[in-house]
């Protein structure tokens, strides 16, 4: 008898999963239906149907544009997205926004020399933006940057945001085309520049970073992702199938190694790249880091 439940709720539990799978595709072909104007749809006998999705960013207040400082040279990271925050940094409830920008990677050239200059009014460096719907009941930004003391200017490519010291105030890590900068949350509002400090800076092509207790103390260690050996001096010519000039792949430079920084607990950072086997993770589907991370991960779902 108890084998009988055990195999209708079982079949039950697969009824479920298929049923909410298939409603899940229903909805979403009918989104899309509804989107490109299917014949026989709502939105095809209607046009003028209220899409899912609107641009609003102008409108609330994220005024922004980022800056690739493209001149003409095809130096790799200028084709690298830059990367964005949201976090509450003020402690208020709703998510700001933290933006990234990009500069001149050949820094003896004039950004109104670039094949895209930047706007008029353009602010160089990175921004953030205060969130004021919980004071407002609005949506709507406010540039806080110059108060916050965030304005790092550099080419900028991720951001990871964690509490490393456990203050419950959230502290941001920058990683762009040279010095990363580590910026404590001061608790009023505004931020400090800790990188030298704290010893966390890395003078490589850093692409992403992660807070992550790698040794469970109770705080947050920094992980550091290096991409490739690319200076703008070294700046190798490539070219696409059609003899014209193009940027390079990334097999054409040499990959290098991530950082593991370890937290003391009393504002300073500890270099474990080495001793935790990182220094040997060079980047690739075969690296030392992905086997131990999948391994990590095997553990974690045996258990659950």
Not at 80 to 101: E, I, K, R
Not at 261 to 273: H, I, K, M
């Amino acid at each position: 008898m108890k084998d009988k439940k055990r195999v209708s709720r079982s079949q039950r539990e697969e009824h479920n999963r298929l049923l909410g799978r298939r409603s899940f595709l229903q909805l979403l072909c009918l989104g899309l239906a509804r989107q490109i104007g299917i014949p026989g749809t709502a939105a095809f006998a209607n046009p003028s149907s209220i899409p899912l999705f609107r641009e609003a960013a102008e409108e609330v207040g994220l005024k922004f544009h980022h800056f690739t400082g493209t001149i003409g040279q095809y130096f790799m990271p200028e084709i690298m997205g830059a990367g964005v925050a949201l976090f509450d940094y003020d402690n208020d409830g709703d998510l700001d926004v933290y933006l990234l920008q990009g500069t001149m990677l050949d820094p003896t050239e004039d950004p109104r020399k670039a094949k895209f200059p930047p706007p008029p009014g353009w602010k160089p460096g990175n921004r953030l933006f205060r969130n004021l719907l919980s004071e407002t009941g609005k949506l709507e930004f406010v540039d806080v940057t110059e108060k916050a003391r965030v304005g790092h200017v550099g080419y900028g490519m991720g951001v990871a945001v964690g509490d490393y010291d456990n203050d419950g105030f959230q502290d941001l890590y920058v990683t762009n085309f040279g010095h990363n900068v580590l910026y404590h949350n001061n608790g009023d509002g505004t931020f400090t520049d800790v990188t030298v400090q704290a010893g966390v800076d890395d003078l490589r092509w850093s692409t992403s970073a992660a807070w992550v207790d790698y040794d469970r103390d109770g705080r947050l260690d920094l992980f550091v992702a290096n991409y490739l050996d690319f200076t703008v001096k070294g700046n190798k010519q490539c070219y696409a199938s059609t003899g014209e000039r193009d940027y390079c792949t990334p097999k054409m430079y040499q990959p290098v190694p991530a950082r593991l920084f370890d937290n003391r607990g009393d504002g300073t950072f500890q270099d474990v790249t080495e001793s935790a086997g990182i220094g040997a993770a060079i980047a690739g589907p075969r690296s030392r880091l992905c086997r131990l991370q999948q391994r990590w991960l095997a553990r974690h779902l045996r258990r659950q």
